[in-house]
């Protein structure tokens, strides 16, 4: 039995609601900009994707970012819901001010069970919550966790949220690995030089079939399947083969029982960096061979959204498959020669018969595949 992807939404950079992202991506926008109040001497860049105008009367910026869409999807989420929240920093900003002003009190406020409580109750669940944390997978592994909850039984319906705003910390990091592009990222070109960190909140209520359809909600996709892995290569760096990604997407497609040359397209973790683009192509080319794939990114118009990341581009594949088409990546002129034939700065029509591949990779080796279908 697949699970099923009901209400979705979220904001980017680009504003709120998953059609405002696909337009601007559609129309090869970028939402990157310089990054007022975190841009700091020494770093290198001051790009980021970062919401205009993102304030209010939340405790971090991240509850800033949650607050708008919480409030419109508490209404349509059933209370005995269980909840995955997935992060990479969390309130990392109530965490800077903490520590820079010695508040104790602040800083154990900061800690991501803090902030899951403090959705839950904004919501209003009654059932299980957990925190999902693992780098920039942590969305696409949340997401796999709750297609699991369902499809075993143990629950009938799940809310998963993927979240994470910048701070001077993710900055700091990026910066300390060589990682950031002085411009807006350009995945999957031969001249591109980094990413841009970016922020986003996404949500998606993942159910059991039988229960959506006895409540009547629309569904937006089915996860056929879904696989988690892990390279162990190095702290931060993929492994340069990609045979940790090629296995994972490899079980992914079995525990979908969809052959690979069922796969119409592929929505790539595509960073910009050197290293991420060139393992996720070795890693395509070992699973489909020589016949390429459409392929595409959204980092160089949503930014690197670390933790919302894996949701924000499931979303995103998800509109591909009901429209049967996907959107140019944005930043991309010139494709390395690795990716030619399979990554477009143009959109590309697709069959009817859509089957997507969402790829995620982070730090620690860690690598995420999930295999989307249209509703039937």
């Known amino acids: 039995m697949q699970s099923v992807i009901t209400q979705t939404t979220m904001i980017t950079a680009y504003g709120p609601g998953t059609e405002t992202a696909w337009d601007a991506l559609f129309g090869g926008r970028s939402a990157v900009r310089q990054a007022p109040g975190f841009a700091r001497?020494?770093?290198?860049?001051?790009?980021?994707?970062?919401?205009?105008?993102?304030?209010?009367?939340?405790?971090?910026?991240?509850?800033?970012?949650?607050?708008?869409?919480?409030?419109?999807?508490?209404?349509?989420?059933?209370?005995?819901?269980?909840?995955?929240?997935?992060?990479?920093?969390?309130?990392?900003?109530?965490?800077?001010?903490g520590v820079l002003s010695g508040d104790l009190r602040m800083q154990k406020e900061?800690?991501?069970?803090?902030?899951?409580?403090?959705?839950?109750?904004?919501?209003?669940?009654?059932g299980p919550a957990e925190v999902?944390?693992?780098?920039?997978?942590?969305?696409s592994a949340a997401l796999a966790r709750a297609a699991d909850m369902v499809e075993s039984g143990r629950c009938t319906s799940v809310l998963v949220i993927g979240c994470d705003a910048l701070s001077e910390f993710v900055f700091a990091g990026f910066s300390t690995l060589m990682a950031l592009s002085p411009q807006p990222s350009r995945p999957f070109d031969r001249n591109r030089d980094g990413l841009n960190p970016g922020e986003a909140a996404?949500?998606?209520?993942?159910?059991?079939?039988?229960?959506?359809?006895?409540?009547?909600?629309?569904?937006?996709?089915r996860i056929r399947g879904w696989a988690l892995g892990c390279d162990a290569n190095h702290m931060t760096g993929p492994s340069r083969n990609g045979e940790?990604?090629?296995?994972?997407?490899?079980?992914?497609?079995?525990?979908?029982?969809?052959?690979?040359?069922?796969?119409?397209?592929?929505?790539?973790?595509?960073?910009?960096?050197?290293?991420?683009?060139?393992?996720?192509?070795?890693?395509?080319?070992?699973?489909f061979g020589k016949r390429p794939r459409p392929v595409?990114?959204?980092?160089?118009?949503?930014?690197?959204?670390?933790?919302?990341?894996?949701?924000?581009?499931?979303?995103?594949?998800?509109?591909?498959?009901?429209?049967?088409?996907?959107?140019?990546?944005t930043?991309?002129?010139?494709?390395?020669?690795?990716?030619?034939?399979?990554?477009?700065?143009?959109?590309?029509?697709?069959?009817?018969?859509?089957?997507?591949?969402?790829?995620?990779s982070g730090f620690g080796g860690a690598n995420s595949a999930i295999i989307l279908g249209g509703p039937e």
């Open 41 to 97: 001497e020494g770093f290198m860049s001051q790009k980021a994707a970062v919401l205009p105008g993102l304030s209010g009367t939340e405790r971090s910026r991240v509850m800033n970012l949650l607050a708008p869409p919480l409030e419109r999807m508490a209404p349509h989420i059933p209370v005995d819901s269980a909840l995955l929240l997935a992060t990479t920093t969390g309130e990392m900003d109530l965490l800077e001010r």
């Open 110 to 126: 900061a800690h991501p069970l803090n902030l899951l409580a403090a959705v839950k109750k904004r919501i209003g669940l009654s």
């Open 132 to 139: 999902v944390s693992s780098a920039c997978v942590s969305s």
């Open 202 to 221: 996404a949500f998606a209520l993942v159910m059991n079939p039988g229960r959506a359809k006895r409540e009547n909600r629309p569904v937006t996709a």
């Open 244 to 287: 940790g990604l090629a296995r994972t997407i490899k079980k992914a497609l079995f525990r979908a029982s969809v052959p690979a040359c069922d796969v119409t397209s592929i929505c790539a973790h595509g960073t910009g960096t050197a290293y991420n683009d060139a393992m996720e192509m070795k890693a395509f080319k070992t699973v």
């Open 296 to 329: 595409y990114s959204i980092k160089g118009g949503t930014g690197h959204t670390m933790g919302a990341a894996g949701l924000v581009e499931t979303l995103i594949a998800a509109e591909s498959v009901k429209k049967h088409i996907i959107p140019p990546t």
């Open 331 to 360: 930043g991309l002129s010139e494709p390395d020669s690795e990716a030619v034939g399979w990554v477009s700065p143009e959109h590309v029509e697709l069959s009817d018969n859509h089957t997507a591949l969402t790829t995620n």
